[in-house]
């Protein structure tokens, strides 16, 4: 039973192009996030989103946009491909507390822009 | 992650001590994470530290915090093939959920 699962985990697309990856979390967590990690392995923060609130880090451009149809799903939309966005994309979730409960990481969806 | 510093590579022989070190800058940091990411795979949580502990061990992983010098070392005993893989370590702030990931290192072990 896959507790957090990411679709697709492949992606592969031409630039200008709109596209959207899905990320599902089967543990009943409260917040979701999305990660980005560049082809050199660093991972940065995208999103972090609970019923409250959204938490945008401030690098991300405004291509990139959470949407939440419930609270077991995350996707991320991202219109306008440009070759720089080719890279893993990450979904994890994790429980607002207590406060030592981890994150859950996805597989991953890796995304080449052509 | 700017804030948050691994050296690159590590590489050890079968069966001895692994070390794997990582320093960061915020003092706000409440817990630490080492995640382990192997080939096309995602991120496995293999252990945390919360900031008012020196140490954890959990089987052959030993989790050293020196608060002081912010600075956080996992060691892996008795490493194994099967260990070869990136080690992310990660900090969780005061303010909200979100995690600081450092570089990772990458951990070759030769037989």
């Known amino acids: 039973d896959t507790a957090v699962s990411q679709t697709p985990k492949y992606l592969v697309t031409q630039m200008g192009n709109d596209k959207s990856i899905k990320c599902e979390q089967n543990l009943g967590h409260d917040t979701m996030y999305w990660y980005k990690q560049d082809s050199k392995k660093f991972l940065k923060i995208m999103f972090s989103?609970?019923?409250?609130?959204?938490?945008i880090n401030e690098t991300v451009p405004n291509r990139f946009s959470p949407k939440s149809p419930d609270k077991a799903h995350l996707n991320l939309h991202i219109n306008s491909l440009e070759l720089g966005d080719s890279a893993v994309y990450f979904c994890a979730s994790s429980p607002d507390l207590p406060g030592n409960q981890p994150q859950h990481f996805g597989d991953g969806t890796r995304l080449s822009i052509l | 992650g700017e804030d948050v510093e691994q050296s690159l590579f590590l590489s050890v022989r079968e069966g001895d001590s692994s070390v794997i070190n990582c320093t960061y800058t915020?003092?706000?940091?409440?817990?630490l994470y080492w995640y382990k990411q192997e080939p096309g795979a995602g991120l496995q949580l293999l252990t945390y530290?919360?900031?008012?502990?020196d140490m954890k061990q959990d089987q052959r992983l030993t989790v050293l915090l020196n608060k002081k010098d912010k600075h956080l070392s996992l060691r892996i005993a008795d490493t194994q093939t099967g260990d070869s893989a990136i080690y992310f370590c990660a900090e969780r702030r005061n303010a909200g959920n979100m995690l600081t990931f450092g570089g990772g290192t990458r951990l070759m072990v030769k037989p």
């Open positions: 915020d003092s706000s940091s409440t817990y």
């Open positions: 530290i919360f900031s008012n502990m």
């Open positions: 989103y609970n019923n409250k609130e959204l938490i």
